[in-house]
Every structure is written in structure tokens, then in C-alpha cells.
């Protein structure tokens, strides 16, 4: 099933254009704005599956933000989210063949983190609440601490963490401190199969994220039957093998410039775990 066909990304001259007339010069960063017509992408057309390629760095998440804001997706958690995201989705556009659900939603890792979070909440008692650390995070990032004596140790080590850190790395970094165990995997695939409902279209960004390379089988097979019997259309950031290699799949290397349609045999990071296995053949027979 297709509902979101064809997605519009303002070009280079259009980002120009906003700048014209975009008086503010008080902020250090324009994020969303200057990042995709480095990699020449204004427009992605889509199949059932649709698969975003690309290591850190190549805008792949940034291209499910813009889309999941544009269209107005469901989503669980907070994001990084810049004061242009809103001038940048004015900017886009984007064709539909049918209307898009409502229950249509973008599912992140950190989604998955929280839900995994959450279990382990009711379970083992924990006391820390991401939404606690989100507020905890902006004070310390902005504080004017100074450290005064070695009584203030713990404090600098928070205070600095916060500023080296992105919010969602800092939030992670104090919860797992708090954790006693290992993310369990069957817990994110639950999740997966409790949000993704026949009839919808998905945004996934790294749902292989706490997943083994089993459960990564299993959820490519589920995503796989969910798009052929059960009308869902998904529009999937990851490097996994696994789930590149989803037949009938439509994949952009985001990592090529300008950005590209390729088979998942083409890839490098594919072509890296291909070479690496044949050439330790021998060692599996």
C-alpha cells in the first residue's frame, strides 16, 4: 500500500530565498535548513517500503523529522527540535495516493528506549523518570556553575556531561546508570508489534536499535507481511542487512552525492560484511 507517494524538500535557492529575508542572526544553528542540498535531495518517491541508507552523519533521521513534522505523524517522545523547523516544513510539500491514517506514527529509538524504560519501571522500581532528566539536563547545561571545592565534584561531572552531551545522550547516559540489566530485545520487538497497526504508514528510524541479529530477522520478516497482506507502508533510517535486504525494498544511499537509488548487494556496508564472511569461509564449513 502506498498513501505518502512522492516527499518535496526545498532546494538550495529556496533555503537562499528563506535566509533573505530571515532577519534573526542570534542562533548558532539553522538545523533543518543547509543540510540536504549538500546531498542534492529534493525529492523522494516512494514504494511500500522505502529505506533510507546511510552512516552517521548523512541526514537520513533528519529526512524522517522533516517528514514526520510536515505531515504531522504521531510520535511518543521529544526530539531535538530546532526553532526553524517549523519555517523549514512551510517550505515542503509532498503528493499522497490516498488519505494517510491516523493512527500513521514515527517510531524512534528512543521511543523504544522509554518503553523498555517503562517495563523496567513497573519491574524493578526505578526512581528516575526521563522527563525529570530532560528538565535536569537544561539546568545543568546552562547553569553558571564553578566549582568551589571537592565537595562540588559530582556536580561539575553532571554539569559537564551536559554540556558535552546532546539531550538524548545525557538522558540515557543517567538512566542506564540506573538500570541493573541489559536491554531485553523481545521487549522492543513488543513494542513494534503493538504500534504498527494494519493500515498505516510508519516512519522507523534504527529499529534495529536493541535488537540481535534473530529479532532483527524476525522484525524484517514482520515488516515484510505488514506491507504485503496487511496495507502498511513504511519508510525505514537504518545500515542493518537485515532489513536492507527487504524484497521489493526502494533504498537511497544518503551517503552518495546526490543521494541515490541502489540494490542492498551495492551498498559498502553491506559489501564490508560480505567480504568479511567470504573471506573466513573456510572457518564456517
Not at 498513501?3 to 535557492?13: I, M
Not at 535488537?211 to 497482506?229: C, G, H
Request: net charge negative; glycine share 4%; hydrophobic share 35%.
Amino acid at each position: 500500500m502506498i498513501y505518502l507517494s512522492r516527499f518535496f524538500f526545498p532546494c538550495a535557492e529556496e533555503e537562499n530565498g528563506f535566509f533573505l529575508g530571515e532577519r534573526r542572526t542570534c542562533y548558532d544553528t539553522f538545523y533543518p535548513f543547509q543540510i540536504l542540498p549538500a546531498k542534492q535531495l529534493t525529492r523522494l518517491d516512494f514504494e511500500p517500503i522505502t529505506i533510507l541508507y546511510g552512516g552517521n552523519g548523512s541526514g537520513k533521521t533528519t529526512v524522517l523529522n522533516i517528514i514526520a513534522e510536515t505531515l504531522q505523524l504521531n510520535r511518543d517522545t521529544l526530539y531535538n527540535r530546532s526553532n526553524f523547523f517549523e519555517a523549514y516544513t512551510k517550505l515542503c510539500d509532498y503528493d499522497t495516493k490516498t488519505r494517510i491514517p491516523p493512527h500513521s506514527r514515527v517510531i524512534t529509538s528512543d521511543d523504544v528506549f522509554d518503553y523498555m524504560l517503562n517495563l523496567r519501571s513497573i519491574n524493578n522500581g526505578i526512581d528516575y523518570k526521563r522527563e525529570d532528566l530532560f528538565y535536569e539536563y537544561l539546568d545543568e547545561k546552562y547553569s553558571n556553575f564553578q566549582m568551589q571545592s571537592l565537595d562540588d565534584y559530582e556536580q561539575l561531572k553532571k554539569v559537564n556531561l551536559a554540556r558535552r552531551k546532546s539531550q538524548s545522550q545525557y538522558v540515557r547516559r543517567n538512566l542506564m546508570d540506573n538500570i541493573r540489566e541489559h536491554s531485553n530485545g523481545e521487549s522492543a520487538f513488543l513494542y513494534f508489534s503493538e504500534k504498527i497497526r494494519d493500515n498505516g504508514l510508519y516512519l522507523l528510524d534504527e529499529p534495529e536499535n536493541s535488537l540481535s541479529p534473530a529479532r532483527q530477522q524476525e522484525l524484517t520478516e514482520f515488516l515484510t507481511s505488514s506491507a504485503r497482506f496487511f496495507g502498511c507502508q513504511f519508510i525505514i533510517a537504518t545500515h542493518s542487512p537485515f532489513l536492507l535486504s527487504m524484497k521489493g525494498a526502494k533504498i537511497y544511499d544518503l551517503d552518495e552525492n546526490p543521494a541515490e537509488v541502489k540494490a542492498w548487494t551495492e551498498l559498502p556496508h553491506v559489501r564490508a560484511y560480505y567480504d568479511f564472511f567470504r573471506s573466513h569461509a573456510a572457518e564456517f564449513e
